[in-house]
């Protein structure tokens, strides 16, 4: 230990897992940060990555104070219009103005939803959980519901299914099919992906234009009694399944 820095305790929070819980970033991204020197502990740099938080302990991040923030988790029914970021400088809608009665703490959206695109979007102050539901080894599935400009051909669901090159690579999805009960231009489509408006390119790329994009499923999480628009807090078994993932 450097001199001048807090003294080690055995008891409280692991100052990575604190930094994470406050919304900043993962886990081992903070790891890297307090190597950096960009933490502060009662105003000593520290470099200690096994430093526990004390409750007296004040607590710094490139310069900014923080808080230990009980994780949050937050699950909104995105409708057409608004972009997925904390903020627009060009004074767009954005999905933050969806939840801004939610709560106090500073949750962000774990990945995104284009403008057009509706459905399920996440939002947590756990820097952690954010970085595995986004993180490509993760494998997290998303179901999403595509209407079509017209008929889809059984080939090109095959297609779907086995491989589609694109130009940043071949993507195959987990399941793909007709929706039930609806024409041939609906289809629903499986993917645990996470590359950049990889549905729309892969219709786009056989022909077909994508009239309208809902994500009904994201992560175990489902849309079931939650209107557009609306958003809930997840419940503490679902909080566990998203842990257990």
Request: glycine letters at 8%.
């Amino acid at each position: 230990m450097k001199k001048g820095q807090p003294q080690q305790q055995n008891s409280g929070t692991r100052l990575n897992k604190f930094i994470a819980h406050a919304g900043v970033c993962s886990r081992r991204e903070a790891d890297m940060h307090i190597q950096l020197g960009s933490v502060k502990v009662n105003n000593k740099v520290m470099t200690e990555l096994g430093y526990k938080v004390q409750s007296t302990d004040v607590v710094h991040f490139d310069g900014q104070r923080l808080q230990a923030e009980k994780p949050t988790y937050i699950l909104l029914n995105k409708p057409k219009g608004f972009i997925t970021t904390t903020r627009d400088e060009k004074g767009r809608r954005t999905v933050m103005d969806l939840i801004a009665n939610a709560t106090k703490a500073r949750v962000v959206p774990v990945g995104r939803l284009d403008r057009p695109t509706t459905g399920l979007l996440l939002f947590t102050n756990n820097g952690e959980m954010a970085k595995k539901l986004t993180h490509p080894k993760s494998g997290i599935k998303k179901l999403y519901h595509v209407v079509l400009d017209k008929a889809v051909k059984g080939q090109h669901l095959s297609d779907i299914k086995n491989g589609v090159k694109l130009d940043d690579g071949s993507i195959q999805a987990d399941e793909v099919s007709y929706v039930q009960g609806a024409s041939k231009r609906e289809v629903g489509i499986l993917l645990h992906s996470g590359r950049n408006r990889i549905v729309r390119r892969i219709f786009t790329h056989l022909g077909y234009e994508v009239i309208s994009l809902d994500r009904v499923m994201f992560a175990g999480l489902t849309k079931k009694d939650l209107p557009r628009g609306h958003w809930r807090h997840l419940t503490q078994t679902e909080i566990q399944q998203l842990n257990m993932l």
